[in-house]
């Protein structure tokens, strides 16, 4: 048996086995590539029901309606998405660049940074305020044995910055334990 042969064989099964094209009648021009091989070309369906003609027709035409309705979509789609990509970069800088200002506005606020001793016990302490005078009399009424050294226009990055400088001599909190040269590097900024 030829190629050929079984493609018409198997075609005709097809229609066969598949009531919904009982009402089709269909022409098959089998011909040969180049080498050899068969191929159906020239494929036509013949319908006769006037009314699958029309279902299809109107089938054909949702498709076209669909097709066109999602056109300008597909067509938008890269713009749409480079778009809320676009705005959604904008969003984030924005977010971002507003909380480095806020943070830069608390770094950079007036105030002193100070250091404050307490006799009792040893320890420094490194601090920032508005007013060291008062935050030493509001740490007298805990410790009465504190006292304040030095103090010198800064911001909370200044004091941040000596935290880490004496990170490995922290007890807790602004608490260090401060040798004598450490002392007076830190006195030394507010000369």
């Known amino acids: 048996m030829n190629h050929t042969h079984s493609l018409h064989l198997l075609y005709s099964e097809f229609i066969k086995q598949h009531s919904s094209f009982s009402d089709f009648q269909s022409d098959v021009n089998i011909e040969h590539l180049s080498n050899g091989q068969p191929i159906v070309c020239n494929h036509s369906l013949y319908l006769f029901d006037e009314k699958s003609l029309i279902e299809l027709e109107q089938w054909m035409e949702r498709m076209k309606q669909a097709i066109a309705a999602y056109r300008p979509l597909l067509e938008a789609a890269p713009g749409l998405v480079a778009q809320y990509t676009e705005d959604r970069r904008a969003m984030v800088t924005r977010q971002l660049d507003s909380q480095l200002k806020a943070r ?63 990170a490995d001599k922290r007890l807790r909190g602004e608490w260090f334990a401060l040798t004598a040269l450490d002392v007076e590097s830190v006195r030394s900024l507010s000369a």
């Open 104 to 166: 830069q506005k608390k770094t950079t606020r007036p105030g002193w940074v100070y250091l404050m001793y307490n006799q009792r016990n040893g320890y420094y302490k490194i601090g920032y305020s508005a007013v060291p005078e008062f935050r030493e009399k509001t740490l007298q009424s805990e410790e009465p044995e504190v006292v304040l050294l030095c103090a010198w226009e800064g911001s909370t990055a200044d004091e941040r910055d000596l935290h880490q400088r004496f």
